[in-house]
């Protein structure tokens, strides 16, 4: 059993930028694929960013690419969210998950087993 602790969301303007990180215990890091999805009221959850259990492979949005990058810190149990360049519209609760190999890196809510309680970001214009 994986269990997965977010911080870093909070209040910033358009166009500035957060770091999310998400902590990992209870099970071998690399083992998972991580991914971030974000949900706003009255929506889906909605794909953001993964990175493959090696790192190697990484996979965005369209709508957050370019300006979001995920990466992991083995060493640390720890994935990441850069968010730069935010726009009111990333206004979100957002979340990390994991999904156990041999799962592959999917970019849908049922691909990922293990969900955080996840973090606010809000962005003002």
């Known amino acids: 059993q994986v269990q997965l602790v977010e911080s870093g969301g909070g209040l910033v303007q358009a166009g500035g930028s957060l770091r999310l990180s998400c902590v990992a215990s209870?099970?071998?890091?690399?083992?998972?694929?991580m991914g971030w999805f974000r949900q706003v009221p009255e929506k889906e959850r909605e794909f953001v960013a993964a990175?493959?259990?090696?790192?190697?492979?990484?996979n965005y949005a369209d709508s957050v690419k370019g300006r979001f990058t995920i990466s992991r810190d083995d060493a640390k149990n720890t994935v990441y969210l850069q968010m730069n360049s935010l726009k009111p519209e990333d206004t979100a609760v957002y979340s990390c998950?994991?999904?156990?190999?041999?799962?592959?890196?999917?970019?849908?809510?049922?691909?990922?087993?293990?969900w955080g309680q996840g973090t606010q970001v809000t962005v003002s214009s």
């Open positions: 998950s994991a999904a156990e190999r041999p799962r592959g890196m999917g970019r849908t809510p049922r691909d990922y087993r293990y």
């Open positions: 209870g099970g071998t890091f690399t083992s998972y694929h």
């Open positions: 990175v493959s259990w090696s790192g190697g492979t990484t």
